[in-house]
């Protein structure tokens, strides 16, 4: 019901920024919030930010949210996620998705649906 393609990925040298979008298509009347969850080797997978239909923002982590922002343009079905100051340890695959809801830090990321996925690598 919900399609999430994502963009914006590659090689970034660390205190870089990179601005991530994934452009969301809903097969559904239901609004969806949008987030993105990231997943480097060796390591769970980690929630990033989400943004639900009515713009609420649910942060993951205080070492992400003071350094990336997440917005969402739902004229262009597309929510961005611009990422600055990144550090080695940023380097994932990100993946953008969807529910009704964002879910909670606490709870497990059970998101309902998941793009392909971009590779965010920061290296010197």
């Known amino acids: 019901q919900v399609e999430l393609v994502e963009s914006g990925g590659g090689l970034v040298q660390p205190g870089g920024s990179l601005r991530l979008s994934c452009e969301y298509t809903?097969?559904?009347?239901?609004?969806?919030?949008i987030g993105w969850v990231r997943r480097a080797p060796g390591k769970e997978q980690e929630g990033v930010l989400c943004?639900?239909?009515?713009?609420?923002?649910?942060t993951y982590g205080d070492s992400m949210s003071n350094r990336f922002t997440i917005s969402r343009d739902d004229a262009k079905n597309t929510v961005h996620l611009q990422m600055k100051n990144l550090t080695p340890e940023d380097t994932a695959v990100y993946y953008c998705?969807?529910?009704?809801?964002?879910?909670?830090?606490?709870?497990?990321?059970?998101?309902?649906?998941w793009g392909q996925g971009t590779q965010v690598t920061v290296s010197s």
């Open positions: 998705v969807a529910d009704k809801f964002c879910y909670a830090p606490t709870s497990y990321l059970g998101y309902k649906y």
């Open positions: 809903l097969f559904t009347s239901e609004k969806h919030a």
């Open positions: 943004i639900s239909d009515r713009h609420h923002i649910t």
